[in-house]
C-alpha cells in the first residue's frame, strides 16, 4: 500500500510530530511506501474562499488543492495526525478537510454517509488528547467524535475502513507517552488495506 499522513502541528518537537513519525516507522517497517503532508511546514492555506466556491460553478479548483488531491487519488491509505483541540479539529486540519475533500471530487449527495465519489481507501485518526479517555467517554466527547467523524464526515471520503485512535494523556508522564508512540508505530505497522 502507499500511505498518506496528514499532520497538523507547527513543532517538529511536538508529540503529534513524534506521534507521525513513529506511525511511518511502522507502516514502513511492514514494507508499505509512505508520504509525509506537514501541513503547517508546507505552508498550506486552510482558508476556504470564493476560489474554493467559484469550483462548484465550473472553475478549476485552485492549485494547492489540487496539488492535496493528487497526494490522495497516489494514496490507499490516509492517516491524519493532528492534537485534539476543543473536543475537535485544529484549523489548519479543518481547512485541509473542508479545501481538498471537495464537494464534485470527494462526494456529490449527502443522504448517504457510506457514498464517495473516492475509490476506498483506510483512513486513520492518530489524535493525541490531554484528557483521560474516562473523562472523555463519561462526558460524551468520544460519542460525539465517532458520529461526527467516522459516522458522518470520512465514510463520505470513501474511507470504507476506519477507525479513530484517540492518544488520551498526550500530556501524562514519560511511561505514558512511550506507550502511546508504541500504538502509533503498531497502528502503522498492522495497517490493513480498504475492505
Ligand atoms: C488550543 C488547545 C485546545 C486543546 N483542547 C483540548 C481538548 O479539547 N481536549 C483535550 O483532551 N486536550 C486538549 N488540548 C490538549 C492537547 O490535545 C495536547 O496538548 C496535545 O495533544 C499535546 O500534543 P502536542 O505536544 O503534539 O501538542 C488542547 C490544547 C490546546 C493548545
Known amino acids: 500500500m502507499h500511505v498518506l499522513t496528514v499532520l497538523d502541528h507547527p513543532n517538529p518537537a511536538s508529540f503529534s510530530a513524534a506521534v507521525a513519525r513513529q506511525f511511518i516507522a511502522g507502516v514502513e517497517s511492514s514494507g508499505h511506501s509512505s508520504e509525509l503532508a506537514d501541513l503547517n511546514a508546507e505552508g498550506f492555506d486552510p482558508r476556504w474562499s470564493m476560489a474554493d466556491i467559484e469550483v462548484d460553478k465550473g472553475s478549476a479548483a485552485p492549485a494547492d488543492v489540487l496539488n492535496e488531491q ?26 485541509w478537510v473542508d479545501r481538498v475533500w471537495s464537494w464534485g471530487w470527494a462526494y456529490d449527495q449527502l443522504d448517504d454517509p457510506d457514498k464517495s465519489l473516492q475509490r476506498p481507501r483506510t483512513g486513520i485518526l492518530l489524535v493525541p488528547a490531554g484528557a483521560r479517555s474516562d473523562e472523555m467517554e463519561d462526558a460524551g466527547y468520544l460519542a460525539a467524535l465517532e458520529t461526527a467523524w467516522i459516522k458522518g464526515t470520512f465514510g463520505y471520503f470513501g474511507f470504507t475502513r476506519r477507525r479513530l485512535e484517540v492518544l488520551n494523556g498526550s500530556t501524562g508522564s514519560a511511561a505514558r507517552r512511550k506507550a502511546l508512540l508504541e500504538k502509533a508505530y503498531q497502528t502503522g505497522f498492522a495497517l490493513l488495506p480498504a475492505k
Open 70 to 95: 493528487a497526494r490522495i487519488a497516489r494514496a490507499d491509505a490516509v492517516c491524519f495526525v493532528f492534537p485534539l483541540f476543543w473536543w475537535g479539529m485544529p484549523a489548519m486540519t479543518k481547512g
